[in-house]
């Protein structure tokens, strides 16, 4: 038996999940999906890559900072220097001027958790519907029948799902809700044979349908053999379409691009992806949330601002404290031990 259960395997899982097996601590993660990286997961298609989630990520956090100067100096990361701008239906199409520096991981935005995972034993496509805690104990049960027992457990998922499987335990469920919501997003990729015409690589777009947009081959090593775009759909779209079909959300989203660009667009490939848990609204920056009693930590970028770099300071600052939690505890069982033999 583990000491400790990792539910996802994203960005503050992984984050989490690295500080605390380098210190020692046996660990395995739960992760529901075929691959690792949570909303910053990417996908493979015939001739290329591209990110159906997180964009880009930027730095604020020196602690952040550090790490990606190494992953920078490993070629994990690098920085994504190209024109920027954005749409405002008013003013037109503008460039971004004194914009921060975007960074992407490489070859996929997804392996910025892969390599904060590393060899640590995670298992796929299993997605924990039940947790029960004894006194000693968690069982964790997924859809394909299988359970875990760990002494103790972290939870990264976002707070509608943290609260279904562990409201119950928490001896404050009412500090959840004053961490941000995640709320819906429609993403839309697509191929073309030949490269569009657009004012920009990247951008914004404020208007009721498209809220972003990237040519993805402008991404460092995105070695993609055809054209690649991707469109995300504005929070009001996503949150009133949330439940129509994807061939109607792809059209939309295409056909608003094709007339925001004036021009047409014949794609050779397109993909849908509608993440229910995406965008944040938010609220206070708790950070992380620890309950020793029970044995359960939580994290994730809905704890802290909701960007890549809220997740992975939101993990490792959970690790921080149960570390310090285990530390304390050896102390006091070392303690004990040295009385009990005078």
Known sequence: MPQLMILGAGVAGTACAHTLSNAGITLEVVEKSRGTGGRTAGKRFEGGVFDQGARYFTIKDPTFAKYIQAQMAQGTVKPWHISFGSYHPNQGWQALQDQPTRYVACPQMNNLAKSLLGNITTHYQHKIIRAVYNSSSWHLYSDHGQVWQAK???????????????????????????????????????????????????????????????????????????????????????????????????????????????????????????????????????????????????????????????????????????????????????????????
């Not at 972003?212 to 054209?227: T, V």
């Not at 949150?239 to 792809?250: F, L, R």
């Open 152 to 342: 103790q457990v972290v939870c990264t998922l976002p707070y509608t799902q943290t609260k279904e499987l562990f409201g119950s335990y928490l001896s404050n469920p009412t500090e959840l809700s004053k961490a941000g919501v995640n709320t819906p997003t429609w993403v839309v990729a697509f191929t073309t044979s030949h490269q569009l015409s657009l004012p920009f690589h990247a951008g914004f777009i404020h208007s009721s349908i498209l809220n972003w947009f990237a040519y993805e081959n402008s991404k460092p090593q995105r070695s993609n053999q055809q054209h690649t775009y991707v469109l995300h759909a504005s929070a009001a779209y996503s949150q009133a379409n949330v439940d129509t079909p994807a061939a109607e959300v792809k059209k939309t989203l295409i056909d608003a691009f094709a007339t925001l660009t004036e021009q047409t667009i014949h794609p050779t490939q397109d993909f849908t992806h509608r993440w229910l848990y995406a965008d944040l609204i938010e609220g206070q920056s708790l950070g992380e949330l620890y309950y020793p009693e029970v044995g359960l930590g939580l994290c994730g970028d809905w704890l802290l601002g909701g960007r890549v770099e809220g997740a992975y300071l939101s993990g490792v600052q959970l690790a921080q404290k149960i570390l310090r939690d285990y530390t304390s505890s050896s102390l006091i069982h070392n303690e004990e031990s040295t009385h009990g033999n005078s």
